[in-house]
């Protein structure tokens, strides 16, 4: 009898741990590839930011540069899923091909997303585990995993609103320094057509 309560709390166990690991999502798209028609709808390009009022603001610092398109989706949608709930996705093209993929937390003042451990859950199920400390709820940190030729950074730092930023950033050694360099300011992309 004892042995049989160590097996069903076992079997028991292992389907809740099961249950709380998030499969990796497949986007659809790979870095590198072609900017595809159907993203043409929920694409915002460099040329057609301005006077746009849902675009976040950084983003219309960035996409002023020619060459840059970001589209947005809602990861539940992408990944087909319903465990991702209020997190999106940016996929960053740089003329016309995937540079990097964002995943962010939508948090506001009460922090949902972020204190259901959604992307860290997600992070660590399908990156790799790291140390968030003796509170995983105060890592105010990040982490980072190099493989062959991609980045992947987790990020989670609280901001001066008390809200936090978190998300998981991928890109790849061949797109890594052109968008940080852009990003940053450093260098400006040029439309070919000028």
Not at 100 to 124: C, G, Q, V, W
Request: proline share 2%.
């Amino acid at each position: 009898m004892f042995k049989l309560k160590k097996i069903l709390f076992f079997v028991l166990a292992s389907m809740l741990f099961a249950s709380t690991v998030i499969a990796k999502c497949d986007f659809g798209i790979k870095l590198g590839d072609k900017f595809p028609e159907k993203f043409e709808e929920n694409s915002v390009s460099s040329t057609a930011i301005n006077n746009q009022e849902n675009i976040p603001e950084e983003d219309n610092i960035y996409a002023e540069n020619f060459g840059l398109n970001f589209v947005y989706r809602e990861a539940n949608d992408v990944c087909n899923t319903s465990s991702l709930k209020d997190i999106e996705i940016e996929f960053t093209f740089l003329y016309e091909e995937l540079a990097s993929i964002r995943m962010f937390a939508m948090n506001d003042e009460k922090n949902i997303p972020t204190k259901k451990f959604t992307l860290m859950k997600y992070a660590k199920s399908n990156y790799g585990d790291f140390d968030t400390g003796f509170d995983p709820e105060t890592f105010n940190d990040f982490h980072h995993w190099r493989n062959n030729k991609s980045l992947v950074i987790y990020s989670r730092t609280i901001n001066k609103n008390n809200v936090w930023d978190e998300e998981i950033y991928i890109t790849n050694n061949i797109y890594e320094e052109s968008l940080n360099m852009i990003l940053s300011g450093e260098i400006e992309i040029k439309n070919a057509n000028e």
